[in-house]
């Protein structure tokens, strides 16, 4: 099922270069999305979350979401408290991953690439997923990452956004001191 996240927090993003969870798995392009707990988009979620479960497992898909819930493995909206990291607390956490590259663009639709400096950890997008439920290893619930719109700056995360040019002075008047000095 598709859901579009309007105005989300962007953390751990590995959007322009696919990297592996840990050694041997498949290296994924993916983010998770900070969604405010109790949110009108949260409950848009549980319900997404649900309908593909019933889908999946018919009359059994709210014990096998109940059971899975709360794994990180198998079950792809967190609780935001029970993690510890800046800017998550009082909300949900929507880890989406992708094998191929989503598509990454800019307030006005153009593309972004890694070079621009966004989207960062702790800026807000607007993102399209794919929920869906798989038995493979176990059953779960997971989200395919489509795409990333930037929506607007927000305060980086650690390891978050590049420096830019307007993070410095223009020291130009000083490079003319200092040739008059030497």
């Not at 549980?46 to 309908?51: L, S």
């Not at 006005?108 to 960062?120: I, N, R, V």
Request: aromatic content about 10%; overall charge negative.
């Amino acid at each position: 099922m598709e859901l579009k996240l309007k105005n989300v927090r962007l953390s751990f993003p590995d959007l322009f270069e696919a990297k592996a969870f840990k050694p041997g798995d498949e290296p994924k392009f993916g983010a998770s999305f900070l969604i405010e707990k109790g949110s009108a988009l949260h409950k848009e979620i549980d319900a997404a979350i649900m309908e593909v479960a019933r889908s999946k497992w018919s009359a059994k898909g709210k014990a096998v979401v109940d059971g899975i819930r709360g794994n990180p493995n198998k079950f792809c909206f967190q609780d935001g408290d029970l993690k510890d990291y800046d800017g998550y607390e009082g909300h949900m956490s929507l880890s989406a991953k992708s094998k191929s590259r989503p598509l990454i663009i800019d307030r006005d639709k153009s593309p972004l690439t890694q070079a621009d400096g966004k989207p960062y950890a702790g800026c807000y997008v607007n993102a399209t997923i794919e929920i869906f439920a798989y038995t493979n290893s176990g059953n779960g619930i997971s989200a395919g990452l489509t795409g990333i719109q930037f929506y607007r700056d927000g305060d980086a995360f650690t390891g978050g956004r590049p420096a830019t040019p307007d993070d410095f002075d223009d020291l130009s008047t000083e490079d003319e001191e200092l040739a008059d000095v030497a």
